[in-house]
Nanobody, 124 residues
Framework: QVQLVESGGGLVQAGGSLRLSCAASGGAFSTYGMGWFRQAPGKEREFVAAISRTSGLIRYAESVKGRFTISRDNAKNTVYLQMNSLKPEDTAGYYC?????????????????WGQGTQVTVSS
């Protein structure tokens, strides 16, 4: 069983930056594809970014391209999400997820393991 713990969320002004981290334990992190999703109140969970196990394939949602960067450090069992030029519409709970098949789809239903999330609030 894989445990995922997110950190790094908080309150930031529009235009600011945050770096989220997701630490994994209890599983073969280096073999999993990893994704970040977000969910705002009253909205469905949406795809943000994903990275394959060797970082050879990376995907981004159109809404965050050019502003967010996903990366991973397999030696530290951690995946990161660097968020720059934040906008109020980025406000949401951010969740990391693991895909043991390493397919890193943009659909959340295919990820098996999930963290509890970290809140990001961007003020205007």
């Amino acid at each position: 069983q894989v445990q995922l713990v997110e950190s790094g969320g908080g309150l930031v002004q529009a235009g600011g930056s945050l770096r989220l981290s997701c630490a994994a334990s209890g599983g073969a992190f280096s073999t999993y594809g990893m994704g970040w999703f977000r969910q705002a109140p009253g909205k469905e969970r949406e795809f943000v970014a994903a990275i394959s196990r060797t970082s050879g394939l990376i995907r981004y949602a159109e809404s965050v391209k050019g502003r967010f960067t996903i990366s991973r450090d397999n030696a530290k069992n951690t995946v990161y999400l660097q968020m720059n030029s934040l906008k109020p519409e980025d406000t949401a709970g951010y969740y990391c997820a693991a895909d043991p098949r390493n397919l890193i789809p943009s659909t959340h239903a295919q990820y098996v393991y999930w963290g509890q999330g970290t809140q990001v609030t961007v003020s205007s």
